[in-house]
């Protein structure tokens, strides 16, 4: 079954970018903006699966682990969203802002390596049901892991709450677990 209407007027253009070396790729039209890392700010009392916030147009945006997003255990993911122990150094050059859904506002941001560009989405359909990785396909000779824009915010906002519900627990005085 197939959910076109929830994937906005961004016609069939999907946003690839590189994370750690793979390729992936959304609708274009859950995109809200594509930003520079200097506008990252780290946050030392927020749980370590978030680390960080961006000044978006006045708002502070979370920034969610891009390992967690994309599904891997917690364990393995760095200790800021950038991958690294610090924030000093870390390797991702870009931040997609990614909305609840087309049209609206931002939800999130997600570092990411760097955007390659736009590909054709021509015959994309997200299938609810099918995880994460909707579909995999070669563009210029590498696989290409297209994402249900979807599953990614509802991962983001379960970490997010996750995380500052920790935050929270670990004010009070209360024993906290670590995410």
């Known amino acids: 079954m197939t ?21 992936y790729a959304l609708p274009i039209a859950w995109v809200v903006e594509v930003a520079e890392k200097d506008r990252v700010t780290g946050v030392p009392s927020l ?22 997003l994309l599904g891997r255990r917690s364990d393995e993911a ?7 122990a610090t924030t000093v150094g870390y390797a991702q050059e870009q931040v997609l802002v990614v909305a609840d859904r087309p049209g609206s506002l931002a939800r999130l941001g997600m570092p990411v390596d760097r955007v390659i560009g736009l590909v ?10 099918e995880g994460l990785v ?3 396909r070669p563009v210029d ?14 991962r983001g906002a379960h970490v997010i709450e ?5 935050t929270v627990t670990e004010s009070e005085g209360t024993t906290w677990h670590g995410y």
């Open 47 to 68: 749980a370590l699966p978030i680390g960080g916030v961006m000044n978006w147009h006045g708002e502070a945006l979370p920034l969610v682990a891009t390992e967690l």
């Open 120 to 129: 054709a989405g021509q015959g994309y359909e997200a299938r609810k049901g």
């Open 141 to 154: 000779g590498r696989i290409v892991h297209i994402l249900d824009p979807a599953v990614l915010v509802a």
């Open 78 to 84: 760095g200790a800021t969203p950038f991958g690294a």
């Open 134 to 136: 909707v579909e995999r």
């Open 162 to 166: 996750s995380a500052t519900n920790e």
């Open 3 to 23: 959910d076109r209407a929830a994937y906005g007027d961004g016609g069939d253009r999907l946003l690839m970018f590189l994370f750690e070396d793979v390729r």
